[in-house]
């Protein structure tokens, strides 16, 4: 079954940058039959979608964020990445990658989240 | 941005049980409505997309239902299991959006 596992630090300081990456498992990351999505939940608030990432690296982003987001694939390591820019307290959050099929319906498999603190 | 409401935010639930939770969109999504599951600590769990499409492997005891901007899931006899926050997206545009969550609870 295929995994994903979120990675990266877990305290960010104001106007630096969020880099997290996510490597999958038991799927290939080089599916073109698959986008490649990261989304956030505030504490205390709901889901939201930041943007995904094709094979061919075509990207799709909310556009609330799309001038701080940048996404890439590693292939050789089945990974992915975000960067997140110019952060604020407001980014704090638990981030999950998540796989979708190209059909674009439906998130099929998740990571478990990680949790971003924003802080000094 | 669509906006979705899922109502309601929490429901007081036991064993054997029947759980409805409602899910309306600030528009017509057009059936691109999908139900996800998430127990705190783990990935949430895709249960059923496209409105009433069944994941592989999830229990037959959710299903899914609705049409235009207003979905239904439907736990039939709630299980031990099946204690967690369910939330919605829609998929019709970006940005994808979700529902605020519903938590079942005992």
């Known amino acids: 079954q295929v995994q994903l596992q979120e990675s990266g630090p877990g305290l960010v300081k104001p106007s630096q940058t969020l880099s997290l990456t996510c490597t999958v498992s038991y799927g290939s990351i080089s599916s073109t039959t698959h986008y490649w999505n990261w989304i956030r939940q505030p504490a205390g608030r709901g889901l939201e979608w930041i943007g995904r990432?094709?094979?061919?690296?075509?990207?799709d982003f909310n556009p609330s964020l799309r001038s701080r987001v940048t996404m890439s694939l590693v292939t050789s390591k089945n990974q992915f990445s975000l960067e997140l820019n110019s952060v604020t307290a407001a980014d704090t959050a638990v981030y999950y990658c998540a796989r979708e099929p190209t059909s674009g319906t439906h998130f099929d498999y998740w990571g478990q989240g990680t949790q971003v603190i924003v802080s000094s | 941005d669509i906006q979705m409401t899922q109502s309601p935010s929490s429901v007081s639930a036991s064993v054997g049980d029947r759980v409805t939770i409602t899910c309306r969109a600030s528009?017509?999504?057009?059936?691109?409505l999908a139900w996800y599951q998430h127990i705190p600590g783990k990935a949430p769990k895709l249960l059923i997309y496209?409105?009433?499409t069944l994941q592989s492997e999830v229990p037959s005891r959710f299903s899914g239902s609705g049409s235009g901007a207003d979905f239904t899931l439907t736990i039939s006899s709630l299980q031990p299991e099946d204690f967690a926050t369910y939330f919605c997206?829609?998929?019709?545009?970006?940005?994808?959006?979700f529902g605020q969550g519903t938590k079942v609870e005992i």
């Open positions: 496209e409105t009433s």
């Open positions: 990432i094709s094979l061919s690296g075509t990207t």
């Open positions: 997206q829609q998929a019709l545009r970006f940005p994808y959006t």
């Open positions: 528009q017509d999504i057009r059936g691109f």
